[in-house]
């Protein structure tokens, strides 16, 4: 059984930056992509970013692109969300995610249970 654990969240002002990590426990995830999504107040869960198992392939939605940064530390087993340049729309609960293959889907196998991010105007 995996479990992953976020952490890192809390309340910043517009502006400023903030990094989610994700760890993994129960097992290695290779060769499972591990990533992002969020869920805003009255809104449906959304993708935020991914990562390949290797590192070598990224994905990120248009809202949060060249602001945020995913990367990994296999080693670790542990994934990491790095957040400037927030913005109050991105204030949600971030859930992270992991599903076996090359890239991460809204079906994914295990979730966390979720950090809160809230930015202030």
């Known amino acids: 059984q995996v479990q992953l654990v976020e952490s890192g969240g809390g309340l910043v002002q517009a502006g400023d930056s903030l990094r989610l990590s994700c760890a993994a426990y129960?097992?290695?995830?290779?060769?499972?992509?591990l990533g992002w999504f969020r869920q805003a107040p009255g809104k449906e869960r959304a993708f935020v970013a991914s990562?390949?198992?290797?590192?070598?392939?990224?994905y990120y939605s248009d809202s949060v692109k060249g602001r945020f940064t995913i990367s990994r530390d296999n080693a670790k087993n542990t994934v990491y969300l790095q957040m400037n340049s927030l913005k109050p729309e991105d204030t949600a609960v971030y859930y992270c995610?992991?599903?076996?293959?090359?890239?991460?889907?809204?079906?994914?196998?295990?979730w966390g249970q979720g950090t809160q991010v809230t930015v202030s105007s």
């Open positions: 990562i390949s198992w290797s590192g070598g392939s990224t």
């Open positions: 129960g097992r290695t995830l290779d060769s499972h992509a």
């Open positions: 995610a992991a599903n076996y293959g090359p890239v991460l889907t809204p079906g994914a196998r295990y």
